[in-house]
């Protein structure tokens, strides 16, 4: 929530609304319009189950001289995250590398998944494109409708079209380890300087260097960003094979042109989604994503 925001949901009687920002041994750090305050939560919302979360908008009783205070009431979130345990996020950023580490766009494809399945606008981040051509990538999300943006945090291209789109959101930067999340957010946040890792010349892996959930504030305090720990991938539950195409925007205005009613977009004949696949209008790189989280939920209803 940008700073505007805080300073209008300011309360009386001791009380100062804001938002948890970080969250440790249990402290939690509130971002309010009076500053930052270090906070520990009610003993109450323990016992009613209620854990609080970084993103969570909150009314905290402060004490002005020790800059700590208590947090008295935690208010309804937008949205929850299960891994990361965060809330209240608008955005997510999937960044991934052009090259080293290869990108897994099984892995990308998911995250997309999973963001549409949350109401999360996904935008796409691809970093590293000072070592290689990144047209072949980018032109999957791009002909998907996704919003797409090539950078290079080594080489600080695009970084400032990146920064436009956190405006006014609160993001989570998503993607595995060693994509340069980190490296893109030292560039983004000015005094940042978050630990980055060398990505394994065997694996081709990154090392975690991201060890806790964190909002932070872009330069002109605009908009948050949340840094998360290795952070791949969150559960899409509750969904039944016919309707996960509905979690691929770029398939619905196909799906339903498709001979059958009940068609799953498999391998049915009539099936426009695929005849769309097979014409180059929608890429195979994104079915094949389809058909791969269409089996899991399958083999997960076996068991």
Known sequence: ????????????????NGRIIKGIGGFYYIDTADGVFECRA?????????????????????????????ITEIYPRNNELIRPSVSNITQIAIVFSAVNPKPN?????????????????PIICINKS???????LSDIYDRSGFDTIIVSAKDNINIDILKSKLRGETTVFAGISGVGKSSILNRIIKGANLETGEV??????????TRHSEL????????????????????????????LYTLFPDFTPYADDCKFPDCRHTVEKGCAVIEA????????SRHDSYLEEYNEILENKKY
């Open 42 to 70: 009610r003993g109450r919302f323990r016992k009613e189950g209620i854990i609080p979360l970084v993103g969570d908008l909150v009314a905290c009783r402060i004490d002005m001289p020790s800059k700590t205070g208590l």
């Open 1 to 16: 929530m940008p700073k505007s925001i805080l300073e209008s949901q300011k309360s009386e009687n001791g009380i100062i």
């Open 105 to 121: 766009l099984r892995v990308i494809d998911k995250l997309i998944t999973s963001a549409v399945y949350a109401d999360i606008k």
């Open 216 to 243: 932070m504030q872009i330069d002109d305090g605009s908009g948050y960003i949340i840094d998360t720990p290795g952070f791949s991938s969150f559960a899409v539950s509750d969904i039944d094979e016919s309707e």
């Open 200 to 209: 394994s010349s065997k694996v081709e892996r990154g090392r975690h260097t």
């Open 277 to 284: 696949v097979n014409c180059g209008k929608l890429s195979k």
């Open 130 to 136: 000072d070592l290689t051509d990144t047209s072949e």
